[in-house]
Structures are given as structure tokens and as C-alpha cells.
């Protein structure tokens, strides 16, 4: 993405140009059947655009738009951005705010117009109006940097409309998410046009719905591998206690091309979201990455009691062996057995390992072990990848190639497969999706999507010991496959099944609210529904004053759902903002009433502490 930097009444803000999404204007009816140009709607409206991404083929995604803009029907195209450390896109409404010097006139305020092709929309205060571009002017953007340095213009501000007040929460909006069929399967690998099973996937998308949010910043998952890109875009700013094994340093060991492994398999359990590329499944999680896989009785010791000591929460390794003259003794039985036991405070590490790439009909002995979670793998097609090793310690399986496969991180010196050449080195279809990633698999890929998964379960109950997160893993997975191979309800392939994330937040969410049930309200079981009889207390509340905002809600049963949540969890009342939008109701809600912003902040921070993301907000601005 490209930056471009702009001023505002908040300093300069940094905005990087989205490579996917652009907004247009169109004279079409958007009931009328999709244009062919258009491959993907992400947002009906934002500042009176359409957001979506085009079939652009072999063009850039600037060739294309420039195309389109030349089409009957579209009157305006842009470009989206993202400011500089967020997710949530912008689009340039085309109108600019300026306010020029003192004792500048009409006449002259009109030659700046006339200089820029600038439509008069709005004449304000004295020395203040609002100017709109025309199909004469250039970007905006670009309208408002060179408006900045004109000796008679004190200030010039692009106007950007942004979904971040219309949302309970806003999902990861980084490039490559529809790429990302594991998280969410729609069916369709969309630049080549090749079919998934629809649903073949692990609900991660929707368990970050259930949550309001994409897991707590207070998970640790510790990645225990090597090769690890730690200037990676989507890894560099979540780097938390490092530790390279073999030179028993911090400074962890980059650029040796014999070792890329540990950058994608990091990358698929936690990839941030940042606007742009892949999004991990526990975005949010911190990432302590361990330099340095050993099968010394020595080294096994140090890596589990350096997470024991660091407070890792999940521990992912996807390596190990099957060879039968490498069997696990019972003192590296042993160290992972104290991990699981002694992390955690006491509640252990949640301790994952790959099942193994082998075919074979006995797992990686690591993942043997009774206080691990072994993961295997199955496919964008529901079915059982056939590379994956079989066994009856299998807990669950994790979508993985064998059909389509993972888009995934990728280290800087990765030198791809060997004898391919081009994007076919690092792409199965030889399309390139971007210098920072590539095409990913095996088990290798399953386990970390499973350990991003647990940090999502251990965001929405903390309190969970290791061994209920397997549990929970494992009761909530989907049975895949033919249901006659499952035998007391596992199988030797799929384990308990294909892991699902969002039941596995639900269930977490129940066994927490089952130990911690409101104190001062009766609130009936089926509030994590939003559904069944409930008393209400309803007291008009005067616009005065601040509380935090959580999100808006279309349904009125999550507004049941978070109201109970939050009342009980924080102890503070509960607002709720009734209004229409777009000719759906909306429910507005706030937690907390407050005479001053100071106290909302402290709020909002005790929240964020909580996994609850939350912001400041006037009552009269709802």
C-alpha cells in the first residue's frame, strides 16, 4: 500500500492505499443484478459508495478503477484507504473543509476554487466554507495537500466517512481476509474462480461476532519453531519475550533460507489486523516466538519452562517425528507434562502439537502425549486430507490444504520451492498475492489455526485450565465425513471432528457465566441466546454527560445477549440509543453515565483489560 500523508484538527495522519477496495458511484439500481466488473460488495454505503473490490485479471488494482471510471454508469470512483494502524477503511467523501486566512475575500476565496475546479457547497462562517470536487479536480486528497500550501489557506480537510459508529464490531477488513477460506468459506476462491464447500471451515469469523471482538491483547501464544520474520508486517509489532534456544539469547537468529518455517505457522494463529494482508485467527494475541526445535532432553526443558516462567497461555509446535528410533522418552513426556500442569498460574499451558504429513496410521509421538492437543487436518472441501496422520489421539482436525490451500505469512529471505520459478514458487496457481505471503498447508497450517482458536476461547473465560480447553475442543467440533467411522464419537482421521470456533467460544461463554452468575438479577440461562422472559427496568435518560460506547446492534437479541454481559461484568447501568438506519432499527449501546470524560476513560480502560473494546462518547452525540 502506498501512504499518503494528510493534516486534520487531530495533526497529520498517516493513510495507506488499499490494493483491494475502492468506492464507486454508480446511476445503477442496486437491486439490478451485480455488474460483471465487480467481484466482491464489502459495503453497500459509506459516504455514498459502494466499497468493493474488481475483477481486475492481470490489470493493477489503479489500471482497473481508472477502466471502470470511464463506464456509463459510474459517475465517481476512488480509492479506499486505512489510517496508519487501523483496520477499519476510509473513503474520501469529496468534499473539503477549508478555512482560509484572515482578510481573505470572496473574490479570492473563488480563484482558489476556480485554480482547483473546487464546487462551492457550503459558505459557513466568515472565512470557512465547504467545497466539493468535480470530475475537473483531482483526488481530494491530493486537492486538499496542495490546497495546504497556499499562502491563503489556513487549513484544508478531506472529508472521510468510516462504518466505526454503525457496528458492534467491526471484523478484520485486511486485504487477503477473502483469500482466507479457512476462517470463513463462502464457496468460492474469488480471483480464479475456483469452488470450495461452502461452510468448510472454522467459524472463526463468527466466534469474533460472538465475542464482540478478535480476542484479548492478554493471550500469549508462544510459537515454538524456527525461521521466524520478526520485520514481517503482520507479526513485528506483537513480539512479546522472545528467545532464540540455540544461541540462549533474545536476540532471535533471521535469514538463514534452510529455516522459513516458524513465519507462516505464527502468522496463521495470530497475523494482526492491520488493514492489510492475511488476519490471524487470535489477531489480537501477543506472540512469544521460540527460535530453535530440539529433540535434547535439555532444550525440550528450557523451551517449556521458558513458557512456564513468560506466561504463555498456548504453546503451538507443528513439528516433531514418527520415526520409530525417536520415540518421546518420559523426561520430555515429562517437561511438557509440567507445562500443562505448572503454566497458567497452575491452570497450564494449552499445548498443541501436529498430528504429522505422513500418511501414516500413528500420530508425531509429541503429539502423543495425553496433555496435548493433537490437530490434524482436513480440507476447503470438508474432507480428510490424505496426507494427515490417523490415530485415536487425535482431538480434533483443522482446515488445511489438500483441496485449496492456506495463505499464509511469508519470511523475507523464503526462497520458495525449489524448481519452480516465478509466483509459481510460492503460489499453487502461479497468481501472485503479494510479496509478504504465499500458499501454506499440512498440519503444519491446522495447529496454529487451532491454537489462535484456544486464545479466543481463553478470551471469553480466562479462568479455563488447559485441560477444559481441550475438552471444549473437542465436545464442540463438527463431525465431518462419513458418521460410520465415528466410534463413541471419534474417529481415527477427523478426531472429534472439524474444530469449531464460534461453538467453542460459546461454550466457553456458558461454563464461565455458569460459575460467575449475576448477583443482584435472576437472569434465565437462555440470555446467551437472547431469547426467553425477562424483567425490565426502563428509565428515560437525559443526553447529559459520557459513558463508553460498545457497538450497535441490529438484532435485539445480542442487545439482551451484551446488556446482561456487561451489567454483570462491570456494574455499571446500561444505555441503550433506539433509531433507524437505512430502514433497519439500531440499538445504540453504552455502559455507564458520567458527569465527566475522565471517568468514561477509566472505563473504557478497565473494559479493554476485561476484552471488551470500547470507546468514550457524549450521550448527546448518540
Not at 538463514?256 to 495470530?270: E, F, I, N, Q, W
Not at 520415526?323 to 520430555?332: E, I, M, P
Not at 524448481?419 to 503479494?434: A, H, P, V
Not at 446492534?553 to 437505512?582: H, P, S, T
Request: hydrophobic share 35%; glycine share 10%; proline share 4%.
Amino acid at each position: 500500500m502506498s501512504k499518503l500523508i494528510i493534516k486534520s484538527g487531530k495533526g497529520d495522519i498517516a493513510l495507506r492505499k488499499s490494493k483491494q477496495w475502492v468506492g464507486l458511484k454508480t446511476t445503477a439500481s442496486r437491486d439490478l443484478e451485480q455488474p460483471d466488473y465487480i467481484e466482491t460488495q464489502l459495503l453497500q454505503n459509506l459516504g455514498g459508495f459502494q466499497i468493493v473490490s474488481l475483477n481486475k485479471g492481470d490489470s493493477t488494482n489503479e489500471e482497473k478503477l481508472d477502466e471502470v471510471r470511464e463506464r456509463d454508469e459510474v459517475e465517481v470512483g476512488t480509492h479506499v484507504y486505512y489510517p496508519e494502524g487501523s483496520n477499519r477503511p476510509m473513503v474520501p467523501t469529496g468534499d473539503i473543509y477549508i478555512v482560509f486566512q484572515d482578510g481573505v475575500g470572496p473574490e479570492e476565496q473563488q480563484m482558489v476554487l476556480d485554480e482547483f475546479h473546487l464546487l462551492l457547497v457550503e459558505d459557513r462562517k466568515p472565512g470557512s466554507i465547504i467545497a466539493r470536487v468535480t470530475p475537473q479536480s483531482a483526488n481530494p486528497l491530493k486537492v486538499a495537500q496542495a490546497l495546504q500550501a497556499i499562502s491563503l489557506v489556513k487549513s484544508a480537510e478531506p472529508d472521510f466517512d468510516t462504518p466505526l459508529d454503525e457496528y458492534a464490531f467491526s471484523a478484520p477488513l485486511d486485504d487477503l481476509l477473502p483469500h482466507q477460506w479457512h476462517l470463513k468459506n463462502d464457496g468460492l476462491v474469488k480471483d480464479v474462480n475456483y469452488k470450495l464447500k461452502k461452510g468448510a471451515d472454522s467459524k472463526v469469523v463468527d466466534a469474533w461476532n460472538r465475542l464482540g471482538n478478535a480476542g484479548s491483547t492478554n493471550v500469549v501464544i508462544a510459537v515454538i519453531d524456527n525461521g521466524f520474520d520478526l520485520t514481517h508486517p503482520d507479526l513485528k509489532n506483537k513480539i512479546h519475550k522472545p528467545y532464540d534456544l540455540w544461541n540462549q539469547s533474545t536476540a532471535v537468529q533471521q535469514g538463514d533460507v534452510r529455516y522459513t518455517h516458524g513465519t507462516p505457522c505464527a502468522s496463521v494463529a495470530l497475523a494482526a489486523a492491520n488493514g492489510a494482508g492475511i488476519v490471524g485467527a487470535a489477531p489480537n494475541a501477543k506472540f512469544m516466538p521460540l527460535s530453535g526445535t530440539s529433540f535434547s532432553v535439555r532444550t525440550t526443558d528450557e523451551m517449556f519452562d521458558y513458557c512456564i516462567k513468560n506466561g504463555a497461555d498456548i504453546i503451538s509446535c507443528s513439528w516433531g517425528s514418527t520415526d520409530q528410533a525417536y520415540q518421546l522418552g518420559s523426561l520430555k513426556a515429562e517437561a511438557i507434562a509440567r507445562a500443562a500442569r505448572e503454566g497458567r498460574g497452575g491452570k497450564g499451558c494449552v499445548i498443541l502439537f501436529a498430528a504429522g504429513n505422513d500418511d501414516l496410521d500413528y500420530v508425531n509421538f509429541y503429539a502423543a502425549h495425553p496433555d496435548v492437543i493433537a490437530v490434524g487436518a482436513s480440507t476447503s472441501q470438508d474432507t480428510y486430507a490424505g496426507y494427515s496422520n490417523r490415530g485415536r489421539e487425535i482431538s480434533v482436525c483443522a482446515p488445511s490444504n489438500g483441496d485449496w490451500p492456506i495463505t499464509a505469512a511469508r519470511a523475507w529471505w523464503d526462497e520458495g520451492l525449489s524448481g519452480e520459478t516465478g509466483n509459481y514458487k510460492y503460489w499453487r496457481d502461479g497468481r501472485s498475492r503479494g510479496q509478504y505471503y504465499k500458499h501454506f498447508g499440512g498440519t503444519s497450517s491446522s495447529t496454529p489455526l487451532v491454537a489462535g482458536i484456544c486464545a479466543l476461547i481463553l478470551s471469553a473465560n480466562p479462568d479455563l485450565k488447559a485441560k477444559e480447553v481441550k475438552e471444549i475442543l473437542e465436545q464442540t467440533a463438527d463431525k465431518i465425513g462419513n458418521p460410520t467411522e465415528y466410534v463413541d464419537g471419534h474417529s481415527q482421521r477427523y478426531g472429534y471432528g472439524r474444530v469449531n470456533a464460534d461453538r467453542a467460544v460459546a461454550e466457553a461463554i456458558r461454563r464461565r457465566d455458569a460459575k460467575n452468575p449475576p448477583v443482584v438479577t435472576e437472569v434465565p440461562a437462555t440470555v446467551s441466546t437472547g431469547k426467553g422472559l425477562y424483567e425490565f427496568s426502563v428509565k428515560k435518560q437525559d443526553p447529559i454527560g459520557w459513558g463508553v460506547q460498545i457497538g450497535a446492534f441490529y438484532d435485539y437479541g445480542n442487545v439482551l445477549v451484551q446488556a446482561e454481559k456487561m451489567q454483570r461484568l462491570f456494574g455499571e447501568k446500561i444505555i441503550v440509543n433506539i433509531n433507524e438506519l437505512g430502514g433497519k432499527t439500531v440499538y445504540k449501546m453504552v455502559v455507564g453515565a458520567f458527569a465527566d470524560k475522565a471517568k468514561a476513560d477509566q472505563l473504557a480502560q478497565r473494559m479493554k483489560a476485561g476484552g471488551v473494546n470500547g470507546f468514550a462518547r457524549q450521550l448527546k452525540d448518540l
